[in-house]
């Protein structure tokens, strides 16, 4: 780890002016920026603290919906009474992530803005051709161990899948990232590969995430999140689905869904394709696990990532037959 100048930034407009310099990486749990020091890939030249800012760790919860501040930590989050009866996969979701120690440390707008865990991205002494670390150097993953890569979304460049928990429930449930400057949808915010694997997200220089907004819906009340990794705890999705179900009158006819699938593509994936399947059928397994499979289409597999293309339908499948009832 390198020497560098610290900044305890008095104000959001201070943090973000001082962010705009190259080199710079704002601070606010830590446990992302020294996870990346460590490693070799984070080397900033000036750290910004923001974890006192006032105004940006409070969370709200209305009949409209929930504004969670972007400090406001991940197991305050996890915990609180009222995201936990509005948005149980969201409380879920993070219940699952990372250790209680980190959780207890790590903040929302942070678990955001978390770098993939591709072995190749993270040892650069080892494997110097990576496009996600140095564009246009290529992609060692490619040929290479690909087990916790991604099937989804994916390009020549870069198969590197999205490690985070909460933004695939966030994801689902249409929530929205704010900036000191703009709302984005958060489907919107996390970008493709494509050529330009090094740009993740759509932040611009110098933008910070503020909070993150999720609005209320009955599919958002029964909702859920599944994770399937190799290990119970402390582990990342091989695959996991957030799942919120409304149904009708009658508790057989699917109303309204949504699905959002995680560790099986390059960003937190929407599953439109399985909610369209679903809205207005009725909700038998054998159609769930007949729309599940759809979740698929377009799948691209690197030989030791293909169990995650039969994976990913039986997750969805168990979430949605769980908010059904019939799981």
Sequence with gaps: MRNFSYLRAASTAEAAQAAQQAGAMLLAGGTTLLDLAKCGVGEPDTVIDITHLSGMSGITVTADGATIGALARMSE??????????????????????????????????????????SYFRDPGAFPACNKRNPGSGCSAIGGVTRNHAVLGTSEACIASYPGDLAVALVA????????????????????PGDTPDKETVLQRGEIITAVTIPASAAARNSTYIKVRDRQSYEFAAASAAVGLEL???????????????????????????????????????????????AMQGAVDHG????KIELAPRVIARAILKMGGLA
């Design 77 to 118: 989050v996890a915990d609180h009474k009222d995201i936990r009866a509005a948005f149980p996969a969201v409380s879920e979701s993070l219940s699952l992530a990372a250790s209680a120690q980190l959780r207890n440390m790590a903040t929302v707008g942070g678990n955001l803005l978390q770098r993939t865990r591709c």
């Design 173 to 192: 449930f249409d929530a929205e990232v704010e900036t000191d400057s703009r709302k984005v949808a958060v489907d919107d915010f996390f970008l493709l």
């Design 248 to 294: 009708e009158a009658d508790g057989r006819t699917v109303r309204d869904i949504r699905v959002a699938i995680g560790g099986v593509a390059t960003k937190p994936w929407r599953a439109r394709v399985v909610e369209q399947a679903l809205i207005g059928k009725a909700l038998v397994p054998e159609a769930v696990e007949k729309a599940g499979r759809l």
């Design 304 to 307: 030791g990532n293909r169990y």
